[in-house]
C-alpha cells in the first residue's frame, strides 16, 4: 500500500462513525393534548424509545407550548439515561430554561406561531454577533450547542463563528421535493463534509421516513439522525419497539 492509499485510507476512517437515531416524541405530547389529559405520557415514550434502542431522545419546547411542555422537559431529563436534546428557540426564555434543565445539547431552531412544523433551518448568517452572546450562557453551562441549518456553506460557517458544537442538517427538501432530490442530497452530502472539516459534529433530520432515510445515512460525515413524526405515527401500526427496530436496521445497512 503506498502513501496516497494510506492517507485516504486514514481520512476515510476519520469520519466513519457509527450512526446514532435520536427519537422525537413532541407528537406523543400533540396527542395528549388533544384532549387535554395525561394519556399518552411523553416520558414513557422516551423510556420505551430508550429501552428500544434509541441513542438520544429529542423533545421541542415551543413558545407556545403546544405540544411538549415544562414539565415534560422536568420529566423527560429526569427520566432517562440517554442524551436530552432541547429544541427550541433563540430567546431569552429558552435559554434560560436550558441551563435550568442541562440537557446534554440544545438545539436552536426557528420558530413561528403559525407554522405546523419547523420549515426550514436557522437563518444564523448576518445575525453571528447577536446569536453568540444569547446563547453563550448555554456554552458556559457545559451544554453542547446544535444549530439546526440549510445544507448552506454560509450557514454552516456561520454556525462556526457562533461556536456550535453541532449542526443539525434540515433534510425537508430533500424529503419532500422528489423531483430534485438528486441534487438535494448532493447539498446534503457537500454540507457534512464541510462540517466536518471546520470541526462540528454534523446530524440530520426532518421528515426522514423509511424510503428517504438510507442515502442520509450513508453519507459517513454525519452521526446522528433525528426522527419524529414518522416513528411516532408509524408506531401507531406497529408499536413504537418495533417502528425503531426498522428505522435502526435500515440505518445499519445504509452505513454498512
Known amino acids: 500500500m503506498n502513501n496516497t492509499d ?14 446514532r437515531l435520536g427519537v ?32 438520544g431522545i429529542t423533545a421541542h419546547l415551543r413558545e407556545d407550548r403546544r405540544h411538549i411542555c415544562d414539565a415534560d422537559i422536568a420529566a423527560i431529563r429526569a ?4 442524551p436530552l436534546n432541547f429544541e427550541m428557540a433563540a430567546t431569552a426564555e429558552m435559554v434560560a430554561l436550558a ?33 453568540a452572546k444569547l446563547l453563550a450562557p448555554i456554552k458556559e453551562a457545559g451544554i453542547r450547542l446544535s444549530l439546526f441549518v440549510e445544507a448552506s456553506e ?25 423531483e430534485r432530490r438528486g441534487d438535494e442530497l448532493v447539498r446534503l452530502a457537500n454540507a457534512a463534509k464541510l462540517a466536518h472539516g471546520l470541526g462540528l459534529e454534523c446530524h440530520a433530520g426532518h421528515g426522514l421516513d423509511y424510503d428517504t432515510v438510507s442515502a442520509v445515512a450513508a453519507i459517513p460525515e454525519i452521526v446522528e439522525l433525528n426522527i419524529g413524526h414518522f416513528l411516532i ?22 452505513r454498512t
Open 6 to 19: 494510506k492517507q485516504t485510507l486514514h481520512a476515510r476512517d476519520s469520519v466513519e462513525q457509527a450512526l
Open 24 to 55: 422525537n416524541i413532541d407528537h406523543v405530547a400533540t396527542v395528549r393534548n388533544a384532549r387535554g389529559e395525561v394519556h399518552p405520557d411523553p416520558v414513557r415514550a422516551a423510556l420505551i424509545a430508550e429501552q428500544a434502542g434509541a441513542d
Open 79 to 82: 427520566a432517562i439515561r440517554i
Open 99 to 131: 441551563v435550568d434543565t442541562l440537557p446534554n445539547s440544545a438545539c436552536i431552531v426557528p420558530e413561528r406561531r403559525e407554522e405546523v412544523t419547523t420549515e426550514g433551518g436557522l437563518a444564523a448568517a448576518g445575525h453571528e454577533r447577536r446569536l
Open 154 to 178: 454560509m450557514e454552516i460557517r456561520a454556525a462556526a463563528a457562533i461556536g456550535a458544537d453541532i449542526i443539525e442538517l434540515h433534510t425537508g427538501r430533500y424529503c419532500h421535493d422528489t
Open 233 to 254: 405515527g408509524e408506531s401507531i401500526f406497529s408499536g413504537l419497539p418495533a417502528a425503531i427496530a426498522r428505522m435502526r436496521e435500515l440505518m445499519r445497512l445504509a
